[in-house]
């Protein structure tokens, strides 16, 4: 297996002036960056306290809400995790790359992207207690396309690589059949015949759906 890109997310705080709104404090202390907005323009996305029970359940914990007014110089938790935008490609330990593989490999996918939580990538997950908690099918790539830090990687690409080998193009040849007589007789004889050269064939027919010799 290969780790083509990794991403990690960055912790989102504020710090208290002693006059301001929590609600205040973040539109003018993280949702100013120039990176985050509303679509898929921006790596990062803006916070919306009243929108994200997630966070309104941190600050519940901390003591706050969004009204809340926290003294000069307290900093007051508002994601814990943030987006997974900041490329860190580069520093992925060998091990930690064998093992996300391996994970990948364990339930059968090909591609996948594989959440873990450490607190170093750079070292084995052994050594940082860290853990792999999700194998996703269906990976997202704009982060490693469009990190907010760091290098674009070509997720892209390396899953067209993948899925074609370099003398392949991609394309499924199609027969079809057309006729008042005999046309399912003909496209099962095509069938089977295209399947004894080797061939992955699909038909579609009266009789039903095949795959190669399977129903």
């Known amino acids: ?31 100013t960056d120039p990176r985050r907005g509303l679509t898929e323009d921006f790596p990062l996305n803006r916070i919306v306290l009243g929108e994200d029970p997630v966070v309104l359940l941190d600050l519940q914990r901390q003591g ?11 900093s007051v938790l508002i994601q814990r995790n ?6 860190c490609t580069a520093e992925v330990h060998p091990e930690v790359a064998h093992a996300v593989s391996l994970a990948a490999r364990t339930v059968g996918l090909d591609i996948a992207g594989v959440d873990l ?5 750079a070292k084995p997950l052994a050594a940082t207690g860290g853990a792999i908690v999700e194998v996703n099918a269906g990976p997202g ?33 199609i ?17 089977w015949l295209l399947h004894l050269n080797g061939r992955h064939v699909g ?13």
């Open 82 to 87: 943030g987006n997974v935008a900041i490329d």
């Open 117 to 121: 939580v450490t607190e170093d990538i």
């Open 175 to 191: 027969v079809g059949v057309a006729g008042s007589k005999g046309g399912r007789q003909i496209a099962r004889l095509v069938a």
């Open 1 to 31: 297996g290969q780790v083509v890109a990794a991403a990690r997310g960055e912790a989102a705080w504020v710090h208290g002036d002693g006059s301001h709104t929590i609600a205040q404090l973040v539109d003018s202390q993280i949702n």
């Open 203 to 215: 038909l579609a027919c009266r009789d039903g759906l095949f795959l190669g010799t399977r129903r």
């Open 141 to 173: 790539l704009l982060m490693h396309l469009k990190p907010a830090g760091g290098a674009p990687q070509p997720v892209g690409q390396a899953i067209i690589d993948h899925l074609f080998a370099a003398d392949e193009t991609g394309r499924i040849p």
């Open 64 to 74: 706050f809400t969004p009204e809340s007014v926290p003294p000069a110089g307290k």
